[in-house]
């Protein structure tokens, strides 16, 4: 069984400033985490991901996670938020053994004000 | 490279008539399809796995006489949304993988169906 949890549904940051959206996990197995990004009427657009190796993981448009095995966390963060940040952000997870299935956690609407 | 396209980005239709969206992996083969609904502001609800040549496996709740997927090939599967009614309209999103784990997906622009 596999499980994410994003505890806030929305999240204001001030441009500039740095942002970080929570996400925490539970697998039977090593996890896979993922993190996309969606604007509005839009598929999703894949950031970054972790699969082995490094606890942190740098993805597109200067965005970085950390992978915490003891926490069960993979928290998404950018030094300085931009105002074209703003979207509505899912974490996912799979893991080694699953049917290839990603379960997707609620999502995080990101709001960088100007 | 892994590319997937959706066609229609949007449909509109009357009650009662049915509707196809088309899901293609364009530079993969790919082993695995997935189907999403998603409503408004809301988290990515998994339908349907589909492998190639093989029925699509449902998840509980989704009624797969009401909504039909075929993966005919490689590269593409098909979602037939039947006698389609208001209550049926939503985002629809695919996506698909191949390879070995962690097996990523690579998601498709969506579909927009209203049904009036």
């Known amino acids: 069984a596999q499980s994410v949890a994003q505890p806030e549904d929305q999240v204001n940051v001030a441009e500039g400033n740095p942002l970080t959206v929570k996400c925490t996990y539970s697998v039977s197995g090593n996890p896979y985490l993922f993190w996309y990004v969606q604007y509005p009427n839009r598929g999703l657009q894949f950031l970054l991901k972790?699969?082995?190796?490094?606890?942190l993981v740098k993805g597109s448009y200067g965005f970085e996670a950390e992978f915490n095995k003891s926490q069960t966390s993979f928290h998404l963060k950018k030094p300085s938020a931009l105002v074209s940040d703003s979207a509505l952000y899912f974490c996912?997870?799979?893991?080694?053994?699953?049917?290839?299935?990603?379960?997707f956690g609620s999502g995080t609407q990101l709001t960088v004000l100007p | 490279g892994a590319v997937v396209s959706q066609h229609p980005s949007w449909v509109i239709c009357k009650s009662g008539t049915s509707v196809k969206i088309e899901c293609r992996s364009l530079d993969f083969q790919a082993t695995t399809m997935f189907w999403y609904r998603q409503f408004p502001k809301q988290s990515l609800m998994l339908m349907a796995t589909s492998n190639e040549g093989s029925k699509a496996t449902y998840e509980q709740g989704v009624e797969k006489d009401k909504f039909l997927i075929n993966h005919a090939s490689l590269t593409l599967s098909t979602l037939t949304v039947t006698s389609a009614h208001p209550e049926d309209s939503s985002f629809y999103i695919c996506?698909?993988?191949?390879?070995?784990?962690?097996?990523?997906?690579?998601f498709g622009p969506g579909t927009r169906l209203t049904v009036l």
């Open positions: 996506s698909a993988s191949f390879g070995s784990p962690p097996y990523e997906q690579f």
């Open positions: 996912a997870v799979t893991y080694s053994g699953s049917a290839r299935q990603l379960t």
């Open positions: 972790y699969i082995t190796g490094d606890n």
